[in-house]
């Protein structure tokens, strides 16, 4: 079992920045892949960028390239997405989410798929106003 608990979320205008969190615990040493994922009201859950845990493989949704930053610190189980430049569009619940070992490889082509995770997290809610 992997707990996740992501935090940062916020308010802001068109413009700024904010720096989401997300705290693994549990079984972590089972994780191969963390993503973060975002699901705007009425719309399907996307990925928004996703990192291998061993590696430097990093991928990211077209509409946030340039703008967002996901990285990582195993040391303290931490993935993080830097969001700069927000735009309304952005606004969304932003959910953490792992994938374990015990789901084989996961193709290039799906890491961006939210059915390829196992665990998630509550969610943190970022809105940008115009």
């Known amino acids: 079992q992997v707990q996740l608990l992501e935090s940062g979320g916020g308010s802001v205008q068109t413009g700024g920045s904010l720096r989401l969190s997300c705290v693994a615990s549990?079984?972590?040493?089972?994780?191969?892949?963390m993503g973060w994922f975002r699901q705007a009201p009425g719309k399907e859950r996307e990925g928004v960028a996703t990192i291998y845990r061993a590696g430097t493989n990093i991928y990211y949704h077209d509409s946030v390239k340039g703008r967002f930053t996901i990285s990582q610190d195993n040391a303290k189980n931490t993935v993080y997405l830097q969001t700069n430049s927000l735009k309304p569009e952005d606004t969304a619940m932003y959910y953490c989410a792992a994938r374990t070992r015990d789901l084989g490889p996961l193709p290039i082509s799906a890491t961006m798929d939210p059915t390829s995770y196992k665990y998630w997290g509550q969610g943190t809610q970022v809105t940008v106003s115009s």
């Open positions: 549990g079984d972590t040493y089972s994780t191969t892949w």
